[in-house]
């Protein structure tokens, strides 16, 4: 069974507008944490933003927020303010277990995202 | 402040012939993670080590695929034999265990088995 899914192969935004991310998870686990990443066309992995299981509320980081709702095992991601420098695939990753236990990331397939100028 | 460092950035290899890949990770991080990008199959985790130790191989496709981490500060992965369907962009990532919300990638290997 799918643990990580991103249902939207591709999205367009225009710049200057917001734009949400979806990503739903499956997880028996009370302790988990969700991870947002960017890979642009140049392959990196850049870290966005995390949400941990047991957080009261929305992680943000700069134009980032992650829309965690927990009862629907939702973890979308918005974009607020879109940039042309935002084109790239959007992965959704999630880590089950407590945070110092480690742990390996499974990712979703990914979200690739265009704003258009 | 140097990131995960891996060596090769690009390799194109014949069938048959043995890879190594190379990972050095950030210093101070004691969890270390192989990840294979394909088209088909996304991301997915091949082996993960922590203080050096393999954690979890379970992702690891076939004998073909080992993978060791001798010291704290470098890894390899070997594919030997390689096939074509090895082909993919392989990531290391590290962390650290007092800061476990983000794993720091590596910029990859991209491998081709002709």
């Known amino acids: 069974a799918q643990k990580i899914t991103q249902t939207q192969p591709g999205m367009f935004v225009q710049e200057k507008e917001a734009v949400t991310l979806d990503c739903t998870y499956d997880?028996?686990?009370?302790?988990?944490?969700l991870f947002w990443y960017k890979q642009p066309s140049s392959g990196e992995m850049i870290f966005l933003i995390y949400?941990?299981?047991?957080?009261?509320q929305n992680a943000t980081e700069g134009r980032y927020s992650l829309n965690f709702q927990k009862a629907r095992k939702s973890a979308n991601l918005v974009i607020s303010a879109s940039q042309l420098g935002d084109s790239a695939m959007y992965f959704c990753?999630?880590?089950?277990?407590?945070?110092?236990?480690?742990?390996?990331?499974?990712f979703g397939q990914g979200t690739e995202l265009s704003v258009k100028p | 402040d140097a990131g995960v460092i891996q060596s090769p950035r690009h390799e194109v290899t014949e069938m048959g012939q043995e890879v190594t890949l190379r990972c050095k990770p950030i210093?101070?991080?004691?969890?270390l993670f192989w990840y294979r990008q394909t088209m088909m199959r996304g991301l997915e985790l091949l082996i993960y080590?922590?203080?050096?130790?393999?954690?979890?191989d379970s992702g690891m496709p076939e004998d073909r695929f080992s993978a060791k981490m001798p010291n704290a500060s470098f890894s390899t992965l070997k594919i030997q034999p390689s096939e074509p369907r090895d082909s993919a962009v392989y990531f290391c990532?590290?962390?650290?265990?007092?800061?476990?919300?983000?794993?720091?990638f590596g910029p990859g290997t991209r491998l081709t088995v002709t």
């Open positions: 990532a590290s962390s650290s265990g007092t800061d476990l919300h983000e794993q720091y």
């Open positions: 990753a999630m880590r089950e277990g407590r945070d110092n236990q480690g742990g390996k990331l499974i």
């Open positions: 080590f922590n203080n050096n130790v393999p954690i979890d």
């Open positions: 997880t028996s686990d009370p302790s988990y944490g």
């Open positions: 210093s101070g991080h004691n969890s």
């Open positions: 949400q941990g299981s047991y957080d009261q």
